[in-house]
């Protein structure tokens, strides 16, 4: 787990990949503003859980997580991070994102951020947003491919109405050829609300600025 510095950079690194496809739709089209997703819902479900299994590559290095994928339609996108050390498994991360903010919780730390979607740079200047970001969550965006960005979902499952992806794949790829990957497979899709949704931050915890996860979202959507 130590392969990454903190769960804080594990889950921006998510982040930036969520919201990659309109910075690079912006950066080549010469301008910014916001951004446009083509597909209209899939279903019309308005609240799903379901285990996750998340798997990051970035810089030579991979790490897989699981965990679980909660989604509330036009409310909140949450995604808890566990890491199983032979049969222990340990809750190590939220990433949960409300109409207002984005709340990080990295629990090996125990530390966390909560910050504004405009005072992060890279998402104000493409303007992405929470209605972006649960669109791209529900598997409402488009699939696209180009040199910079592969964007896809798969697997698609049958719902009471309508269908949602059981696969999310982003990859962004620099000007040097590096490339940036998340993968989220998800199982055991239930249609339920029976799920708290938001989540309270243990006493003790220290709250690290936004400029932490701007930075490390910079890192990678540059």
């Known amino acids: 787990m130590r392969r990454y510095k903190s769960l804080i950079y594990v889950l921006a690194f998510t982040l930036a990949l969520a919201g990659c496809r ?3 739709n912006a950066t080549q089209g010469g301008a910014t503003g916001q951004a446009v997703l083509v597909n209209g819902r899939n279903t019309s479900v308005n609240s799903l859980t379901a285990k996750m299994k998340l798997s990051l590559e970035a810089g030579g290095k991979s790490i897989s997580l699981g965990g679980t994928y909660r989604l509330l339609r036009d409310d ?3 995604i808890n991070l566990t890491y199983s050390v032979l049969i222990v498994s340990m809750n190590v991360g939220t990433m949960e994102l409300t109409k207002d903010s984005i709340l990080i919780i990295d629990r090996m730390e125990k530390r966390y951020c909560r910050v504004a979607y405009k005072q ?3 998402l104000r200047e493409a303007g992405v947003d929470f ?3 649960q669109r791209v969550f529900w598997g409402d965006a488009a699939d696209v ?3 910079y960005v592969s964007w896809s979902y798969g697997s698609w499952l049958p719902l009471s109405d309508g269908q949602f992806p059981q696969e999310l794949s982003l990859t962004l790829k620099d000007n040097n050829s590096k490339q940036y990957k998340a993968t989220f497979t998800l199982s055991k899709v239930q249609e339920t609300s029976d799920w708290d949704t938001r989540t309270s931050i243990p006493s003790g915890y220290e709250e690290v600025t936004g400029e932490t996860v701007m ?3 910079m890192s990678v959507a540059k």
Do not use: C
């Open 215 to 217: 930075k490390a979202i």
């Open 131 to 133: 209605d972006y970001l």
């Open 22 to 24: 309109s910075s690079h």
């Open 120 to 122: 992060i740079a890279p």
């Open 145 to 147: 491919t180009n040199k």
């Open 76 to 78: 909140v996108v949450q």
